[in-house]
């Protein structure tokens, strides 16, 4: 008998929140909520687009870095060459 009585409560129960969920003030409320979650989307949108064109500027400016230092370390390799070559001929 304790077993029907809680199963019944439960139907009404279920019952009363189905209608409670399906109101008119509750689908208002899902409607701002849905709408409040967008905007947060398109922020997040607009966060990961500016680090993203951050990072794609942050690694062209590190290639021309890397580009400078490997021309400059060419550079020495001939000087140092050319100076061993003068060296030589000079003995």
Known sequence: METARLIS???LLGTAGVSILSSKDAN???THLTAAVKRGGDSVKKTWTTLKENCEDINVDADDINQKRAQKAREQEIA??????AQQDAA
């Not at 140092?80 to 070559?85: C, E, G």
């Open 9 to 11: 409560y439960g139907f």
């Open 28 to 30: 208002c409320l899902y």
């Open 80 to 85: 140092d060459a050319k100076a061993l070559l």
